[in-house]
C-alpha cells in the first residue's frame, strides 16, 4: 500500500535542481502520494543519484543520446534511444554522465509499492532498456501533469503501482518469479549478452556474468541454462567462435591475433573450439569464405 504522506520534491535526489533543469511540469502541488513526477530538458552534467529509500525511473522523452553510468564498481556507456530507461532501485547510488541535452520524465516510485515481494532488494538497475508498458504507464503520468488537477493521486496511485508491478514482473520476481520458475526475463537476458560482447576479449567470469543480470550466482546459473538452452561457458564460448567467424571473413589477422581479439587463450585454444563449433577449422573456413 502506497503511503497516505505527499510525495515532496526534497524527498528526491535533487539533481535536477542541482544542474538546473528547464523544469516544464511536476507532480509539486498536485498532492501525490505513491509517486512524484516531473518534465524537464536536461543539460549536459555529470552527477551522482545518491542512496534514498524510494526508487527512480527517468524514461528519455527525445534522443538518441549518449550516457555514461558509473555504479557498484562497474562503468556502463549506453547510446540510448527515446523511450530508454534508467531505473534506479531503493538503496543504491550512481554517477551518472550525460553528454548531449535530452529531455525527460523523471518518476519516483515509493518503496512500499515494492514491499510485499521479499526478495525487492534484489532488483537490479536499468541503463537505456526499453518496454512499452512502461513507456504507456509513463505517458499516462506526463497527461496527468499536463492536466495539473490537484489532488489526483486517486488517479495517479494505480499507474504508480502498475509501474512497480511491470518492473518486478521484468526482473521474473512477480508472482512467476525467477527463483520460482528459474528463467531469465529479457532485460536480463540483454543485460547479460551486452556484458558478453563488451568482455569478449576478457577473461569472463560465472560470478561476473550473474552480477549483470542481478542475480546471485547458484540462481542464475539454473535460469541461464533453462532461458538459453545451453551453460554460460558454452553460450561464451559460442559467442568467441562466432566473433573468430567475422574477423576472418573481413580482417586480414593472424590467427594468433584473431584468438587474442575473440578471447581465447591462444591460437590452438582458438582452433580447438572453432572445429569443435563450426566443424571445420579456422583456416579452411577462411579460405571457403573468401
Not at 18 to 42: K, N, T
Not at 54 to 78: E, I, K, Q, W
Not at 142 to 154: C, N, V
Not at 230 to 246: F, L, M
Request: glycine share 8%; net charge positive; proline share 5%.
Amino acid at each position: 500500500m502506497a503511503s497516505k504522506h505527499v510525495f515532496s520534491r526534497e524527498q528526491t535526489h535533487g539533481v535536477l535542481q542541482q544542474f538546473h533543469a528547464e523544469i516544464s511540469a511536476s507532480s509539486h502541488g498536485l498532492g501525490w502520494s505513491s509517486a512524484y513526477a516531473s518534465l524537464q530538458r536536461e543539460r549536459p552534467f555529470m552527477g551522482r543519484f545518491g542512496t534514498i529509500s524510494d526508487y527512480l525511473m527517468v524514461m528519455h522523452r527525445s534522443g538518441p543520446v549518449d550516457v555514461t553510468f558509473r555504479m557498484d564498481g562497474r562503468t556502463v556507456a549506453r547510446h540510448i534511444p527515446r523511450g530508454g530507461i534508467f531505473f534506479l532501485p531503493s538503496g543504491h547510488e550512481c554517477d551518472v554522465s550525460l553528454h548531449a541535452p535530452l529531455d525527460t520524465i523523471h518518476v519516483y516510485l515509493r518503496s512500499e509499492l515494492f514491499a510485499e515481494e521479499a526478495c525487492r532488494r534484489d532488483l537490479p538497475p536499468m541503463f537505456g532498456d526499453q518496454d512499452p508498458i512502461l513507456q504507456h504507464l509513463a505517458g499516462a503520468l506526463e497527461q496527468a501533469l499536463h492536466d495539473e488537477e490537484p489532488e489526483s493521486s486517486l488517479f495517479v496511485d494505480p499507474i504508480a503501482q502498475a509501474m512497480a508491478r511491470r518492473f518486478l514482473v521484468m526482473d521474473g520476481q512477480g508472482a512467476r518469479g525467477a527463483e520460482r520458475n528459474h528463467r531469465l526475463s529479457q532485460p536480463q537476458l540483454r543485460r547479460v549478452r551486452d556484458f558478453v560482447e563488451a568482455n569478449i576479449e576478457t577473461d569472463i567470469r560465472l560470478d561476473a556474468m550473474a552480477r549483470a543480470s542481478g542475480l546471485g550466482t547458484k540462481t542464475f546459473l539454473r535460469a541461464f541454462k533453462a532461458s538459453v538452452g545451453t551453460s554460460p561457458y558454452q553460450y561464451v564460448i559460442a559467442v568467441r567462435v562466432e566473433r573468430a567467424k567475422q574477423l576472418l571473413e573481413s580482417e586480414p589477422l593472424g590467427l594468433a591475433e584473431i584468438a587474442l581479439r575473440c578471447g581465447f587463450a591462444h591460437q590452438e585454444h582458438l582452433t580447438r573450439m572453432f572445429r569443435r563449433v563450426v566443424g571445420q577449422p579456422p583456416g579452411k573456413f577462411r579460405r571457403l569464405a573468401n
